[in-house]
């Protein structure tokens, strides 16, 4: 009963001094002295000195001091993992006084948060405070990853925030409660949450069997990643920013619901395969920005039937229009120096084709199984036809080689079956075997005694000397 009596003492003489009492009360001396009276042989009275007491008020004070004007402090619990997995780790924050986030910066804070800031003190202008699952009122949805990235989605679209304020399209979700539409129209906006979309990462709308989908890309964006709508069969319509300054390997690989794509001023690089398989489209330009066009960009692009190159290329890569069945004629600017292996092969309804003058190197089965070409005049710095150049060209009835040329390979001019003239150069040292194979009409002009008349006596063609 004593001990009891001696605790109550002690709590409400505490009391007295958190509530700001800063004197002793009045009533100590006589606890003082019913404190002797009740001690026990194992426990010494406590006894109360007006040091003891200041010291416990100084305490108090500096503590008050600190909470209210000279810190904001930010406390967390325990790590929190929210129904859809998503975790964070405990963390506390301390921001000295007069110190401001900058606008726009996400603080990521799970629930329950105990924020105690200076009397008078705001957050700064833009600053959001962001649980484990957060919605801003303009409907931007924000998620912690389990990796501790940070997530957001807004419109059907799902975007990674980085540090530097800045924010990449990585994908689409559906609210599988009202179900997948049939047709859907994405708006991507220049920023998402104060952070600014400026890249379409690899693989992010390659959604096949979802949607038909037209999609509008933010004057923000430079980049579209590699396989960024690959396979996307339902893509029906495009539209590129200024901005844009790559589109990278296999972006619209077989989006073969795109007809059209009208491609921006400014665009520096198309990498390989970027437009692979794109059977809808019919036409495409592409502008004088553009200086690296890379290997198999049009391949396969059936419907493809005009396409106006940048002046700006030096090279027409391996496999570029490979299996464009319906382009009929083109022009290459007069700086390209290398037209690729198989750059038009089974280009089935091209019929004309101008060669630059600065042409160099004509790569291996670049015009193969071109059955509607009729003619082609190889420029003067051209110095070697690589095996196949011209197999399977069925209907070609006029080649005019240059006088520079040194070498024909195997199979050149194989199954060219409409061939029935052609000269062939004094510069001439090697022709390869079957380079004139199938040409069952033709006839060589060879000077005498050159390397091309030895040729053709030896393997059974027709010549005659100039």
Not at 2 to 24: A, H, N, P, V, Y
Not at 240 to 264: K, Q
Not at 397 to 418: H, M, Q, W
Request: proline residues 5%.
């Amino acid at each position: 009963m004593i001990d009891e009596k001696k605790e109550q003492m002690i709590r409400e003489t505490f009391d007295q001094c958190l509530s700001g009492i800063d004197s002793l009360p009045s009533e100590l001396p006589a606890i003082e002295r019913k404190l002797k009276k009740a001690k026990t042989p194992d426990r010494e009275p406590i006894r109360f000195r007006v040091p003891a007491i200041a010291a416990v008020l100084v305490v108090l004070l500096c503590f008050g001091f600190f909470a209210r004007g000279k810190w904001g402090m930010i406390n967390q619990p325990d790590r929190i993992r929210s129904e859809d997995g998503y975790t964070t780790q405990p963390m506390q924050i301390a921001l000295a006084q007069g110190t401001e986030q900058d606008a726009g910066t996400v603080t990521v804070q799970p629930e329950p948060v105990q924020t105690i800031l200076a009397e008078g003190t705001e957050p700064a202008a833009g600053t959001v405070i962001v649980q484990p699952e957060f919605e801003l009122n303009d409907g931007t949805q924000f998620f912690l990853k389990e990796s501790g990235g940070l997530e957001a989605r807004k419109d059907g679209l799902v975007y990674t925030l980085k540090d530097d304020k800045t924010a990449i399209l990585t994908g689409v979700y559906w609210d599988m409660e009202k179900g997948i539409p049939t047709e859907v129209e994405f708006n991507v906006p220049e920023k998402v949450g104060g952070y600014k979309v400026v890249a379409l990462t690899d693989g992010a709308l390659g959604m096949g069997g979802g949607p038909r989908a037209v999609v509008r890309l933010p004057e923000t964006m430079k980049t579209i990643g590699f396989y960024a709508f690959r396979n996307n069969d339902r893509l029906t319509g495009i539209e590129l920013p200024r901005s844009l300054r790559i589109i990278e390997w296999n972006a619209f690989m077989e989006c073969t619901g795109l007809t059209s794509v009208d491609l921006p001023d400014g665009l520096e690089i198309i990498m390989d395969g970027a437009f692979n398989g794109c059977k809808g489209l019919k036409s495409i330009a592409i502008p004088d920005s553009v200086t690296e066009l890379g290997a198999g960009a049009f391949s396969s692009c059936t419907s493809l039937e005009e396409i106006v190159l940048s002046s700006g290329i030096t090279e027409i890569g391996e496999g570029m229009f490979n299996s464009c069945t319906s382009l009929k004629r083109l022009d290459i600017p007069q700086g390209v120096t290398t037209i690729g292996n198989r750059a038009f092969r089974n280009c089935t309804s091209l019929e004309e084709v101008s060669l630059p003058e600065n042409l160099v190197s004509l790569g291996s089965g670049a015009f193969n199984g071109c059955a509607g070409l009729k003619a082609i005049v190889i420029p003067e710095k051209v110095t070697v036809l690589e095996n196949g150049t011209f197999n399977g060209c069925e209907n070609l009835e006029a080649v005019v080689l240059p006088d520079g040329l040194t070498k024909i390979g195997s199979r050149v001019f194989y199954n060219c079956g409409s061939l029935s003239v052609i000269s062939l150069p004094d510069s001439l040292a090697s022709i390869g075997r079957d380079a004139f194979g199938g040409c069952d009409e033709l006839l060589c002009v060879v000077s005498d005694g050159s390397a091309a008349m030895q040729y053709c006596e030896e393997n059974g063609i027709k010549y005659t000397k100039r």
